[in-house]
Each structure stands twice: as C-alpha cells, then as structure tokens.
T-cell receptor
Framework: KQEVTQIPAALSVPEGENLVLNCSFTDSAIYNLQWFRQDPGKGLTSLLLIQSSQREQTSGRLNASLDKSSGRSTLYIAASQPGDSATYLC?????????????FGKGTLLTVNP | DTGVSQDPRHKITKRGQNVTFRCDPI?????LYWYRQTLGQGPEFLTY????????KSRLLSDRFSAERPKGSFSTLEIQRTEQGDSAMYLCASSPNNMAGHYNEQFFGPGTRLTVL
C-alpha cells in the first residue's frame, strides 16, 4: 500500500526567503507525482506535474524535483511571498494495480510573514 | 471552460438525512474522481469513473454511499442516513484520458463542505 509523507507539517518563514518542502513515498512504482496548493476551505490547485521519467519541473518561482528510486520529491519555492501562504500537498499516481487514484500526503502548512 | 464545478459548496444537514452532491467535470474529460478530506488530512480516494462506468470504489465508500455518472457527463454522490462521521469536504476531480505529457493530471473542483449535526 502506497504511503506518502510530507515534512515538515508546518513551516513559517519571513518574506523573501527560499524554502524547500519535502515529500516521500514508499512504493516507487509511480506513474507521476503532483504538487497541489490548497487555501483554507478551498479546493486544490495543481501546481506541477512530474512524470516518472522526469527529474524536475519548473513553473515561475516553483521548482519540483523527483528521485523515483529513493521515493522522494521536493518543492522549492524561491523568494517567498505572503500570498504563498497555504497548505501544499504532494500526491502520487501509481502505475499498475489500482492505478486510478492519487495517494496524498497530509500536507505542509506554509506561512510567509510580511 | 472554467474548470471543475461542484454544487452545493456548503451543506448542513441533520443526522439521518440524505444528501446529494453534484460535480461537473471539465468538458471532454472522461475520467472523474471523488475524494473525501477531513480536517488536517490529505484527500482520500472514494471512487472513479471512466465515462459512465464506475471502475473502482474505495472501502471508505460504505453501502450508504452511491455515486453515478449518467451519460458520462456530470456525476452525483449521494449519502443516505448521514452520520456525524460523514462531516468532511467532498472533492471532485477530472482528468483527460490521454494527453501527451499530462496523463492523468487531475484537476479539482472547489469541493462541497458537509456538516452533519
């Protein structure tokens, strides 16, 4: 059974700081990995999708890396802003077997202080 | 197209009542998913449709829960005889079946917040 862990559970940083969010998964037989952002009481916004054959994806100030063999992904946020405050969720899509669902971590609650 | 939509956004009901939620996926997305999210947790998979066929159901989906997707378009999730433990955010997502470079990228709606009193 796939399990996804996100560290840290919460992070508070001053505005302008670069930061890294971590995600690990137990079953490396994944098809892809998605990073999402969730604002309080809202749905999920897809940030980045990394296919299993890729090592990283970039969008603006966000960079996500994937090391499939070690079961790890990181989300790097450059020059953080108060508007980046949200919960960031990592989810993996497994290949084979029950390959229809995303398995999520519990998320990292990020607070960027002005 | 403005993305996945869900209705209602909020629902408050008394224990024992039945509730029904609706999800409209992104046009031409033939895959549709339901997830449930409780406070402080990541979303958990409930069920999956490809077109009108329900292909997988989680063990979380007890016999009080039923989901349909007639004609492969919108979907409904019904909960009968609601219990306080059903209180959660119910999220719907859709994805295209085969889109180069974005296979199964899932796009989520705003969710329906259910409170069972």
């Amino acid at each position: 059974k796939q399990e996804v862990t996100q560290i840290p559970a919460a992070l508070s940083v001053p505005e302008g700081e670069n930061l890294v969010l971590n995600c690990s998964f137990t079953d490396s037989a994944i098809y892809n990995l998605q990073w999402f952002r969730q604002d309080p009481g809202k749905g999920l916004t897809s940030l980045l999708l990394i296919q299993s054959s890729q090592r990283e994806q970039t969008s603006g100030r966000l960079n996500a890396s994937l090391d499939k063999s070690s079961g790890r992904s990181t989300l790097y946020i450059a020059a953080s802003q108060p508007g980046d405050s949200a919960t960031y969720l990592c989810a993996v899509f497994n290949s084979g077997g029950s390959n229809y669902k995303l398995t999520f971590g519990k998320g990292t609650l990020l607070t960027v202080n002005p | 197209d403005t993305g996945v939509s869900q209705d209602p956004r909020h629902k408050i009901t008394k224990r024992g009542q039945n509730v029904t939620f609706r999800c409209d996926p992104i046009s031409e997305h033939n895959r549709l998913y339901w997830y449930r999210q409780t406070l402080g947790q990541g979303p958990e998979f409930l069920t999956y449709f490809q077109n009108e066929a329900q292909l997988e159901k989680s063990r979380l989906l007890s016999d009080r829960f039923s989901a349909e997707r007639p004609k492969g378009s919108f979907s409904t999730l019904e909960i009968q005889r609601t219990e306080q433990g059903d209180s959660a955010m119910y999220l719907c997502a859709s994805s295209p079946n085969n889109m180069a470079g974005h296979y199964n990228e899932q796009f989520f709606g705003p969710g329906t917040r259910l409170t069972v009193l």
